[in-house]
T-cell receptor, first 116, second 111 residues
Framework: DSGVTQTPKHLITATGQRVTLRCSPRSGDLSVYWYQQSLDQGLQFLIQ???????AKGNILERFSAQQFPDLHSELNLSSLELGDSALYFCASSVAGDRGAGGGLFFGSGTQLSVL | AQRVTQPEKLLSVFKGAPVELKCNYS??????LFWYVQYSRQRLQLLLRHISRESIKGFTADLNKGETSFHLKKPFAQEEDSAMYYC?????????????FGAGTRLAVHP
């Protein structure tokens, strides 16, 4: 168990809908990262937060947004969902801040999103 | 630009054979490199960090700055090593430290 908790484990929804994925980092970790893993695109970095502030952006669509709350949990919001958004979404955390992933990242079990 | 290249999508070996999963990187500074393992689309687990110079589950990886490589090696593969392996680089880009993953290599160890 990495200590990173993601909910829900599975999510099935329809095109055009909006969903929220939730992540609780390891105790003491200030940084949260979101990744998307699909069969054809591999592991894609979406966005990173550190202590409530956005730190880095990757290949995140404008339909997607995220935030990190004062208690350090994070939510990834996906809207106007398309079939191609079906993927495994991982959250990861690390204790480091602007040094980012110097100590490595600890991953949650992921949320499997299926858009029908 | 930061880039991590894993040239092989699939590496298929027999049990007991040596394994080498290749990883090459592109980074202008001093990178920190990692190997992660993912079993059956479960969570990614940190396997190795180059700064630790450790051996985990029989795997080792040496950073070769001249060849910009960080290949993962194991002398005798086991069936339970079958998994997806990702090489990752941590370095500064655009003012922030980012962790960039390679595309991954699936290791299949056959009995």
């Amino acid at each position: 168990d990495s200590g990173v908790t993601q909910t829900p484990k599975h999510l099935i929804t329809a095109t055009g809908q909006r969903v929220t994925l939730r992540c609780s980092p390891r105790s003491g970790d200030l940084s949260v990262y979101w990744y998307q893993q699909s069969l054809d695109q591999g592991l894609q970095f979406l966005i990173q937060y550190y202590n409530g502030e956005e730190r880095a952006k990757g290949n995140i669509l404008e339909r997607f947004s995220a935030q990190q709350f004062p208690d350090l949990h994070s939510e990834l919001n996906l809207s106007s969902l398309e079939l191609g958004d079906s993927a495994l979404y991982f959250c990861a955390s690390s204790v480091a801040g602007d040094r980012g992933a110097g100590g490595g990242l600890f991953f949650g079990s992921g949320t499997q999103l299926s858009v029908l | 630009a930061q880039r991590v290249t894993q040239p092989e999508k699939l590496l298929s070996v027999f049990k007991g054979a040596p394994v080498e999963l290749k990883c090459n990187y592109s980074y202008s500074g001093s990178p920190e490199l990692f190997w992660y393992v993912q079993y059956s689309r479960q969570r990614l687990q940190l396997l190795l960090r180059h700064i630790s110079r450790e051996s985990i589950k029989g795997f080792t990886a040496d950073l070769n700055k001249g060849e910009t490589s960080f290949h993962l090696k194991k002398p005798f593969a086991q069936e339970e090593d079958s998994a997806m392996y990702y090489c990752a680089l941590s370095g500064f880009s655009g003012g922030y430290n980012k962790l960039i993953f390679g595309a991954g290599t699936r290791l299949a160890v056959h009995p």
